[in-house]
């Protein structure tokens, strides 16, 4: 997969969000000197999000998750985001990797996003859906996040708007 740098980002937090060591960075991107801004870099093991026909739309302010096929509707979630303290990260997104049965507020599934601590998940208070009330995740009912899982791989474009 490729990434295009953003401000501030290092090789570093780059590593961290996709969860990929330094060594493997470095290995795919041979002679990679200092970073700028608009530099595009190879990520190892993700595929390339264009060849995944899946897209994710999170609204915040809608609080619902819509799943595209190839540009068609899929299908609308609810779902439950950030306090206003720990809002919901705006930006574009890729799902790096999925845990099942994470345990703690995380439900029956956590899909990790290409932002380090933040990620799509289940969740064990199933009231919550529909409010402002996560750390700022996107919360899902658990029969939505595994449906969801079934669907899209790893790779899959994830865009969150306010």
Same mark, same amino acid.
């Given at each position: 997969?490729?990434?295009?740098?953003?401000?501030?980002?290092?090789?570093?937090?780059?590593?961290?969000?996709?969860?990929?060591?330094?060594?493997?960075?470095?290995?795919?991107?041979?002679?990679?000197?200092?970073?700028?801004?608009?530099?595009?870099?190879?990520?190892?093991?993700?595929?390339?999000?264009?060849?995944?026909?899946?897209?994710?739309? @999170? %609204?915040? /302010?809608?609080? !619902?998750?819509?799943?595209?096929?190839?540009?068609? $509707?899929?299908?609308?979630? +609810?779902?439950?985001?950030?306090?206003?303290?720990?809002?919901?990260?705006?930006?574009?997104?890729?799902?790096?990797?999925?845990?099942?049965?994470?345990?703690?507020?995380?439900?029956?599934?956590?899909?990790?996003?290409?932002?380090?601590?933040?990620?799509?998940?289940?969740?064990?208070?199933?009231?919550?859906?529909?409010?402002? @009330? %996560?750390? /700022?995740?996107? !919360?899902?009912?658990?029969?939505?996040?595994?449906? $969801?899982?079934?669907?899209? +791989?790893?790779?899959?474009?994830?865009?969150?708007?306010?």
């Amino acid at each position: 997969m490729i990434h295009t740098v953003q401000p501030g980002e290092t090789l570093g937090t780059i590593s961290i969000d996709y969860r990929v060591s330094l060594r493997r960075l470095y290995a795919a991107n041979p002679g990679i000197g200092q970073l700028h801004v608009g530099q595009k870099i190879q990520i190892p093991g993700l595929p390339e999000p264009s060849s995944i026909p899946y897209s994710i739309q @999170v %609204s915040v /302010g809608k609080r !619902r998750l819509t799943l595209y096929s190839s540009g068609k $509707l899929v299908k609308i979630f +609810p779902i439950a985001v950030g306090r206003m303290l720990t809002q919901t990260p705006v930006g574009d997104f890729v799902i790096v990797n999925r845990q099942y049965n994470p345990g703690g507020p995380f439900g029956v599934l956590w899909l990790s996003l290409s932002k380090q601590g933040y990620g799509i998940h289940g969740t064990n208070d199933p009231t919550s859906i529909g409010k402002a @009330v %996560s750390h /700022g995740c996107v !919360r899902m009912y658990n029969r939505d996040v595994l449906q $969801l899982a079934e669907m899209v +791989p790893n790779g899959t474009r994830v865009s969150i708007r306010p």
